[in-house]
């Protein structure tokens, strides 16, 4: 199987190896780069707190012979050697649990004589400098030293302490230490390389599984169930792609719907446009009353294409996003009444009254042809599903907030079943009766209704019980304050 450098997986691993590398050589180096002068600091410490107790033994007020004693145990016990001179350079204490070991005792060592001569210790340690540290290699074993001086200031003069302590080897201890770190780093790279890839499988898992599923999606199987697994991140992911899943399956429902539909609607006038232009030709060619009627079929045919053709342009420019609004002021209820007087004889025809519930005057901003195409939609609508003798009620009113117009228009006819009423702004979505074509519908109108109410930001639904009619409703702005 071929590496995928490019892969969550692989990019997981890599980030926790080089973590893993970076963090063990980091502490690695700061602490075998920080172990000598940290051993050297802590033993001129040590050195200093023995300095402290022989200053108590030796040169205090409560000094005796006992106190010599105990500062002769405090060498021994650390394994220091100590000589302490007065003002005049003479040796007035020496204490030596090194023996040739003791850097004091090698009389050719030209630096310690220098330090321990009179002038040298003056000059050393003064009353602003009153300690000094130094490193010193033993000539006779080779070993290295740390040399501790103080000035010692009491009411009888001035003593000076010098303090011999051997420096371990710490060679060794680095040693072990960058041993040490070596195995450190390599089970910190296994410990990594197991975190990783579990976090990777756990990440990538879900991943993979949704990769496999969009693969059935891309192939229209819209059953698929995208799987998020346990992440906030991969189960907003999961969700937004059920979602699309199922809204494409809508859309791919619609389509087929539209194409069953519109080749319906196309394939009958079609049809009858045929028939009669051959009847024309064959039958009624001279006789002008058959021929007229025979005429006016055709025409009534064409005309309903045209409606169809038109609507569907419609709905294609709102949702190609360039759909323009001609806003104005304009009064609603003139705009009624206007639609009204035009469908006088659609209404007398239907057999069905009409109730108009509307004010003098309101004024909304809108456009106004668009706007009256939806009210005449509603109308039609209404009109189309209200039984004979029934009543159509067409509303305009004032909200109570002052600002928000509403125009209603109620029906007696069947109605909406509840699970329909979702699905009716959609393209030739009809309630769950069968699909029937009507001359003065193209099944596009509630489709057209929702398209201009989204554009201009109003608000429309629909209040429906089956068996007790429905009322479709719009709702915009008042006037518009330039």
Not at 38 to 50: F, P
Not at 136 to 158: D, P, W
Not at 238 to 252: I, P, Y
């Amino acid at each position: 199987m071929k590496l995928d450098t490019h892969a969550i997986r692989f990019r997981f691993w890599l980030a926790f190896f080089l973590l893993a590398i970076g963090i063990t050589v980091f502490i690695g180096t700061l602490q075998t780069g920080l172990i000598r002068p940290y051993y050297r600091n802590t033993k001129v410490q040590s050195v200093s707190s023995v300095a402290d107790r022989m200053q108590d033994d030796l040169v205090s007020d409560s000094s005796t012979s006992q106190s010599v004693q105990q500062a002769l145990r405090e060498a021994v016990d650390n394994s220091v050697c100590v000589v302490m001179y007065n003002d005049k350079g003479t040796l007035i204490y020496n204490a030596d649990s090194l023996g040739a070991g003791c850097i004091f005792n090698n009389s050719g060592n030209e630096e310690i004589s220098k330090i321990t001569s009179e002038e040298g210790m003056k000059t050393l340690l003064t009353d602003t400098q009153r300690e000094y540290t130094a490193n010193f290699t033993n000539e006779a074993t080779g070993q290295e030293m740390i040399v501790y001086g103080r000035k010692i200031s009491e009411t009888l003069g001035n003593y000076y302490m010098f303090i011999n302590s051997p420096l371990e080897p710490v060679d060794s201890v680095v040693t072990f230490f960058q041993r040490q770190y070596a195995y450190y780093t390599m089970i910190a790279i296994v410990i990594a390389s197991l975190v990783a890839f579990y976090i990777s499988t756990s990440v990538t898992g879900p991943i993979v599984r949704m990769k496999k599923e969009a693969s059935k999606l891309s192939n229209a199987d819209y059953s698929t169930d995208f799987d998020g697994g346990a992440y906030t991140e991969t189960r907003e992911l999961a969700n937004t792609l059920n979602l699309a899943s199922d809204k494409l399956g809508r859309v791919d429902e619609l389509r087929r719907d539209l194409i069953a539909n519109v080749s319906h609607d196309i394939r009958t006038p079609l049809t009858d446009i045929r028939a009669y232009a051959e009847m024309i030709r064959d039958v009624s060619g001279d006789n002008p009353e058959k021929r007229k009627k025979h005429l006016n079929v055709i025409i009534r045919e064409t005309d309903y294409m045209n409606r169809l053709v038109n609507d569907m342009s419609e709905l294609a420019k709102m949702q190609s996003g360039n759909y323009e609004l001609n806003r104005e002021n304009f009064d609603i209820c003139d705009a009624i009444r206007d639609i009204v007087d035009m469908d006088e004889s659609l209404i007398k025809n239907a057999g069905v009254n009409l109730i108009t519930e509307i004010p003098e005057s309101l004024t909304v901003y809108a456009d106004e042809i668009k706007i009256s195409q939806v009210i005449a939609n509603y109308l039609s609508n209404a009109i189309k599903h209200t039984p004979k003798g029934g009543t159509i009620y067409i509303r305009a009113l004032l909200r109570d907030d002052g600002e928000t117009v509403r125009i209603e228009v109620e029906d007696e006819g069947e109605g909406i079943d509840e699970k329909d009423l979702p699905n009716i702004w959609d393209r030739y979505q009809k309630s769950s009766h069968s699909f029937s074509r009507s001359m003065t519908s193209t099944g596009l109108g509630l489709a057209i209704v929702r398209g201009i109410a989204e554009a201009h930001g109003a608000g429309y639904g629909v209040v429906s019980e089956k068996g007790k009619g429905s009322t479709f409703w719009l709702e915009l702005r008042e006037t518009h304050e330039a």
